[in-house]
């Protein structure tokens, strides 16, 4: 009697006899240690963009001092960088597709080092856009690699958790830019500034060299032909040799590479590249890839819409409004504010494959319009009062550290996961770059309109608005989003193409999985030695 269990032989897949362990309830097999390595390492890149977002809420402070601009000027070169980074992840797709994602993380570290330099040692306000503009293409760059490279190495079993490291070290790197701000606030204004942005360079070069222990990505290397070596990487970042086979044998179906091919080496069909990419993804999509572009371009729009960098890049400003005065108690609070965010994202990362995308995001975003709502609330009682209401300070500062706590269960790292596992392998990394782009465009207009915004209607009122949109985003979510836990990368296409009917078309294919399942368990116990049907999803 052979049971589903399979075995190789010389590279082919058999069936195994079954003994009576294998009768036992599975086991759910180890996280891989190897593939966390990879992903933390890469997810590196990210803390690029966090600490230039943390750093540049209370640089700005002494920047406004020392330069005396005007607080117009404040919110573009807040803003700016995020308008920038749109030349980074538009060039980072095409790029990671021809030099491999490993290689596009060096040149997101070389061009972030370099306007980190630019940056602490400028001299006015033009030289330091100068280098607000190099960085931001750095971090356009590491941006859309670090979630692309990280999924794309991951097992099924653990994808969300490893893809969520990119929103960790993002996290990691605000509360680094928090302290840094906190430990040079004492020196001379003129240097203050200068050593908080001039030191974001160091976690470009450890960036850097931590390229040299990681492998490149298995889907990469299929697409160029070096089954061999992608080969390798699967067996090391797979819970077992079987999964690895079976990714494989995926990644070389949706490269258009035959089955029977398994040379280290081999010639990779003609695939759609340029304007091809582009119809396929926006011109003549077909419903499942429409259905995945609407709701990668959706998450990403509103994770920025509801207001996060809001928050987190003029946190002093609402702390000041709130009634808090003294520059380095305004600062300590934002350090609370990173710290909690930071706590919270490291929680997130351990509930993802367990409690699933969807029942995270509903819940995150729910909590996040009840925060905002009290916030504004609290800042609009504040604003009208004469007196200094306690109370009322104190809602204020709960609320927005509830708020960044609830956007990092959920909303925060299931973006960049759920994107960057939701679009097909010949289309991910032009997909992503588009997703990244639309997450940066609106992070630019929120974080350049808000002091205007606040002024024209109050930073209560603007954070009403804040909360409208994030109901809406609920909305959104709730109606268009299939749940993605446990679906390999190839098998996500089924998934979509149904729009707000998704849920039926999940019962179809659990059905149908189940259907074979049982189909092939009957075959094997009739005939014993006919191999089980592989259906995709079977490691999901």
């Given at each position: 009697m052979a049971d589903e269990k399979l075995a190789s032989n010389n590279g082919q897949l058999v069936p195994k006899i079954a003994s009576i362990q294998d009768f036992d309830p599975p086991k759910k097999p180890k996280t891989n240690k190897y593939a966390?390595?990879?992903?933390f390492l890469a997810s590196l890149a990210s803390i690029l963009l966090g600490y230039d977002i943390g750093v540049m809420s209370g640089a700005i402070i002494y920047i406004q001092k020392d330069l005396h601009i005007t607080d117009i000027q404040v919110e573009i070169l807040v803003g700016i960088l995020n308008v920038y980074s749109l030349f980074g992840s538009a060039a980072a797709g095409r790029t990671s597709d021809s030099i491999g994602r490993r290689y596009t993380m060096v040149v997101a570290?070389?061009?972030?080092?370099?306007?980190?330099?630019?940056?602490?040692?400028?001299?006015?306000?033009?030289?330091?856009?100068?280098?607000?503009?190099?960085?931001?293409v750095g971090v356009g760059y590491a941006l859309m690699v670090a979630p692309v490279y990280t999924a794309e190495v991951s097992p099924a079993s653990s994808r969300g958790f490893l893809t969520s490291f990119p929103e960790v070290f993002i996290n990691g790197g605000i509360l680094l830019g928090y302290v840094s701000n906190?430990?040079?606030?004492?020196?001379?204004?003129?240097?203050?500034?200068?050593?908080?942005?001039?030191?974001?360079?160091?976690?470009?070069?450890?960036?850097?060299?931590?390229?040299?222990?990681?492998?490149?990505?298995?889907?990469w290397l299929v697409m160029q032909g070096r089954l061999g070596d992608a080969r390798r990487v699967l067996n090391k970042t797979s819970d077992s040799l079987e999964e690895a086979q079976l990714?494989?044998?995926?990644?070389?179906?949706?490269?258009?590479?035959?089955?029977?091919?398994?040379?280290?080496?081999?010639?990779?069909?003609?695939?759609?590249?340029?304007?091809?990419?582009?119809?396929?993804?926006?011109?003549?999509?077909?419903?499942?890839?429409?259905?995945?572009?609407?709701?990668?371009?959706?998450?990403?729009?509103?994770?920025?819409?509801?207001?996060?960098?809001?928050?987190v890049l003029y946190s002093p400003r609402i702390f000041e409004k709130a009634g808090i005065s003294s520059d380095h108690y305004k600062l300590l609070c934002t350090v609370a504010v990173g710290f909690v965010k930071t706590m919270f994202i490291l929680v997130a990362t351990f509930m993802l494959d367990k409690s699933g995308?969807?029942?995270?995001?509903?819940?995150?975003?729910?909590?996040?319009?009840?925060?905002?709502?009290?916030?504004?609330?609290?800042?609009?009682?504040?604003?009208?009062?004469?007196?200094?209401?306690?109370?009322a300070i104190a809602l204020c500062i709960t609320m927005v550290l509830a708020y960044v706590a609830l956007f990092s269960i959920g909303m925060g790292p299931i973006t960049w996961v759920y994107s960057s596992e939701i679009f097909p392998l010949r289309l991910r990394a032009t997909g992503c770059s588009i997703g990244v782009a639309v997450n940066r465009v609106i992070s630019g207009v929120v974080s350049m309109t808000f002091l205007s915004l606040s002024k024209a209607i109050t930073f209560g009122g603007a954070f009403f608005l804040y909360a409208g949109l994030a109901a809406l985003a609920w909305?959104?979510?709730f109606t268009l989003?299939?749940?993605?836990?446990?679906?390999?990368?190839?098998?996500?296409?089924?998934?979509?193409?149904?729009?707000?009917?998704?849920r039926k078309t999940a019962r179809e294919l659990k059905e149908m999985n189940k259907t074979e399942k049982?189909?092939?368990?009957?075959?094997?116990?009739?005939?014993?030695?006919?191999?089980p049907a592989i259906s995709r999803g079977k490691f999901g």
């Open positions: 966390i390595a990879c992903s570290a070389a061009i972030f080092f370099s306007g980190a330099l630019l940056m602490g040692f400028a001299t006015n306000y033009a030289f330091l856009m100068v280098g607000r503009f190099v960085a931001g906190v430990a040079f606030s004492k020196l001379p204004t003129h240097l203050s500034w200068r050593f908080m942005l001039g030191i974001g360079a160091v976690p470009s070069v450890f960036l850097a060299v931590s390229v040299l222990a990681m492998p490149e990505s298995p889907r990714r494989l044998a995926d990644i070389k179906e949706a490269a258009g590479i035959p089955e029977h091919c398994n040379d280290d080496i081999v010639e990779v069909p003609k695939r759609p590249k340029g304007d091809s990419v582009w119809k396929e993804l926006i011109f003549s999509p077909t419903p499942a890839v429409r259905h995945i572009l609407i709701t990668g371009v959706g998450i990403h729009f509103f994770q920025q819409a509801s207001g996060i960098d809001a928050v995308r969807r029942p995270l995001l509903l819940t995150s975003v729910a909590g996040m319009v009840l925060s905002l709502t009290l916030l504004a609330t609290g800042l609009t009682i504040i604003d009208q009062s004469d007196e200094k209401l306690v109370w909305v959104f979510f989003m299939p749940e993605t836990q446990g679906r390999t990368l190839e098998d996500m296409e089924a998934l979509f193409g149904t729009f707000w009917k998704w049982n189909n092939n368990d009957n075959g094997q116990i009739q005939m014993g030695t006919t191999p």
